[in-house]
């Protein structure tokens, strides 16, 4: 993976990164909003119920004052389910901001895990590239080594047979002692064992 990709990945991946923390930050705040609305209706449910029941308890005195306790014990049910039922509100919002608390949590560790896939794929891809140009160097390192032997050694034919101009001590060629003769079919020997 050559760098400029590789700097287009993370800018992509940042991108990404960016772009799922705004989304987050917009639904935390849309929740935000959504749990204040519910409350302010909750509260003025409440205020509403509250002054309900102070009607009620009005009508409920004159009823007693007409004998009719009876209508004053199913004014008192109804407004004991119509409080159940605000309670039962009340716990349904506290759910719904726990549940919306929950999924901000999920979001932002799927942020964390994508920045952390992107920054092992980005040390990966270093490491191999850095393992590469190793090898190339290695290589590179092994011509050098040949291309300064060569320096020192003339390879040329004498009477067709290959020869190589070497130290002092080692078997000539008659018609230039500068050269030494290279037996190809030792060499071939050799190699086969």
Request: net charge negative; with cysteine; aromatic share 2%.
């Amino acid at each position: 993976m050559d760098r400029s990709r590789m700097d287009d990945f993370v800018a992509n991946a940042a991108l990404l990164a960016a772009h799922l923390t705004q989304q987050c930050e917009k639904a935390v705040a849309k929740q935000q909003a959504a749990a204040l609305d519910l409350q302010q209706s909750a509260d003025a449910l409440g205020e509403g119920v509250a002054a309900g029941k102070l009607e009620l308890e009005q009508h409920a005195r004159g009823a007693i004052r007409e004998a009719l306790a009876r209508e004053l014990a199913d004014a008192s049910r109804s407004l004991e389910d119509t409080v159940d039922r605000l309670q039962q509100l009340g716990e349904r919002l506290r759910i719904e901001q726990s549940s919306a608390g929950l999924r901000m949590r999920v979001l932002e560790w799927k942020s964390i895990a994508s920045l952390a896939v992107a920054a092992a794929v980005l040390v990966g891809g270093s490491a191999y590239a850095a393992r590469h140009n190793l090898q190339r160097a290695e290589r590179a390192q092994v011509r050098a080594d040949v291309l300064e032997a060569l320096r020192h050694v003339a390879i040329t034919s004498c009477d067709g047979r290959p020869c190589v101009k070497l130290e002092d001590g080692l078997q000539r060629w008659t018609k230039n002692d500068e050269y030494v003769l290279v037996d190809a079919g030792a060499s071939v020997e050799a190699a086969g064992r």
